[in-house]
Every structure is written in structure tokens, then in C-alpha cells.
């Protein structure tokens, strides 16, 4: 499988070590369009030597434009900023933009900017193989998840060569509904921020009880790490394993009771809401 890469930032990098790491192999060669230097430069310094160690094709260039003559592709990773999608397709020409765009184009596209629905990448690309993605940051060290979302006409072999791409990167979740995708994007898109200012916050209330800053964010880094483990590897729900850490009357029980009272739900739920009304304001351009 051909993948090309438009866009060569950190979520497609993370994407591009996952292919490159994963057995057996799912990918035979990659293309990436990268405008950036410093970027390119790190590509070629890092993924592109350690892609053609393993004998798949990597191919490097700085404008699509450039790339003209790309042959063979199988796969578009959409990888730019939602405000930068109308200058790609605006330099799509030539044979290329034959092979991958209109009626008889062969290759399938896949998303992953955010807010922007398939049906306005459909328009854009002129055919209806779309599959929109909202990964999240742990990606970069292959524990992220991805919520996917195929558009009417994708075939189940592009859904799974979708899924062996995002899960080479963590976990995938399919999403039947694509207005749900905002959902998504305001639950693990956005979640990563919460757990770190989660950490601020538990840092910052250890040293007003004494402890020094690096004590307290140690302590709240392992805690967040541990409780995160032994959850993901407990067949437990997240409310039982609360329940067996606190103890009627006991320091745990005053803590939770002090967050309830605070409205500790209403402000998780008021913050995803708020997450997703922004992504649907972004899908329509706002």
C-alpha cells in the first residue's frame, strides 16, 4: 500500500513511526508533502531513514506541486489545519490531482482535521470514498485513540486499511453518527488538556499543603500514570475501583464529597459541551 501524507506535522509523524514500527508490515511506500524545513529535516533525519531501513519507500517534498509525478497511491492522510484545506486542493493540479480526486480517481482520503465533515471534503474531492479521524496527542508515543467515521461509499478494505493506520498509533473507536464526531473531538480529542491541567491543579493544591513543586508534581504524575494503568488493565468499571480506594469516613470519602459539593460533574460536563460547540462552530467556518 501507497500512503501519501499531505501534511508532516506531529499527529502525522506519529502516525508515520507507528507504520513504520508495525508487524507485519502494512505499508510498502510513503509520500509526504511537507512545507516546512525544519520539519522535512526532521523527517529525513529520523522516519525516513529508519522507513528505508525497513525497506518500505519514502519520498519527501515540500509542495504537492513537486510531487507531480506520485504514483500508485492508495491513501490520503488529510494532515493539515482545518483553515489550510482550500489552499491544498488549490494546489492540486495535473495528473496528479487525476489520480486522487474526481469520479475516477483511485485513491481513498482520510481526515484528520478537525471539525471539518466529510461532506466538505467530498465537494473538494469530488468522489464519496471520505473517512474522517480525531486522534488524540498520546499518538505520539503510540497510546493514543482515534474515533473514525466512514462516509457512505467507503468500502469495508479502506476501512480497515483506515483502522491498521490509526491503530498503529493506539486504539480506534467507529463512530456511526458523524455529528457525534464533535462529541469525540471534546471527550479524547481535547481530554489529554484536561488530565494535564488535572495535574497543575493536584500540583499546586500538594504545595499549599507544604510539599515542594517538584515533590508535588511527582507525586501527581505517578498517581495520574498508575491510576491510568491499573485501570486499562482492570475488568473493573472506573466507579468500582473509586469505590475500593475510599473508605467510609476516611480521607478519600472527605475529598470526593468536597468535589461533589464543588460540582465537580456539572464542570466536566459544562467543559465537554462547551469543546463541542466550538468544533461544530468550526465545521461551519466560524
Known amino acids: ?17 507507528g507504520l513504520v514500527q508495525a508487524q507485519p508490515r502494512i505499508v510498502d511506500s510513503l ?27 519514502f519520498n519527501l517534498f515540500e509542495s504537492l506541486q513537486v510531487a507531480q509525478k506520485t504514483a500508485g497511491v492508495s491513501l490520503v492522510v488529510l494532515g493539515v489545519k482545518p483553515q489550510q484545506i482550500n489552499e491544498v486542493f ?11 480526486c474526481g469520479g475516477s480517481a483511485q485513491a481513498a482520503w482520510l481526515s484528520i482535521a478537525a471539525g471539518i465533515s466529510t461532506a466538505s471534503l467530498q465537494q473538494q474531492i469530488g468522489h464519496g470514498r471520505v473517512i474522517r479521524a480525531m486522534p488524540n496527542t498520546p499518538a505520539l508515543i503510540q497510546e493514543g485513540v482515534t474515533g473514525l467515521f466512514a462516509a457512505d461509499g467507503v468500502s469495508p478494505v479502506t476501512k480497515d486499511q483506515a483502522q491498521s493506520i490509526m491503530q498503529a498509533a493506539g486504539q480506534v473507536v467507529w463512530i456511526e453518527d458523524e455529528s457525534l464526531m464533535d462529541a ?13 491541567r488535572f495535574v497543575e491543579a493536584l500540583t499546586a493544591a500538594g504545595q499549599s499543603l507544604g510539599l515542594s513543586a517538584d515533590q508535588a508534581l511527582a507525586l501527581a504524575k505517578q498517581t495520574v500514570k498508575g491510576a491510568a494503568l491499573l485501570m486499562d488493565q482492570s475488568t473493573e468499571q472506573p466507579s468500582v475501583l473509586r469505590e475500593r480506594v475510599t473508605s467510609r469516613g476516611g480521607t478519600t470519602a472527605a475529598a470526593l464529597a468536597s468535589l461533589d459539593q464543588s460540582g465537580f460533574d456539572e464542570v466536566i460536563s459544562k467543559a465537554l459541551k462547551a469543546a463541542r460547540d466550538r468544533g461544530v462552530e468550526m465545521g461551519k467556518g466560524a
Open 90 to 100: 488549490a494546489e492540486l493540479r495535473g495528473s496528479l490531482r487525476d489520480q486522487l
Open 1 to 17: 500500500m501507497h500512503i501519501l501524507f499531505i501534511g508532516g506535522g506531529n499527529m502525522a509523524q506519529a502516525l508515520i513511526g
Open 31 to 57: 509520500t509526504v508533502i511537507e512545507p516546512f524545513e525544519a520539519t522535512r529535516k526532521t523527517l529525513a533525519n529520523g522516519l525516513q531513514i529508519k522507513a528505508q531501513s525497513k525497506g518500505i519507500v
Open 184 to 196: 469525540v473531538t471534546a471527550l479524547s480529542g481535547s481530554g489529554p488538556a484536561y488530565v494535564f
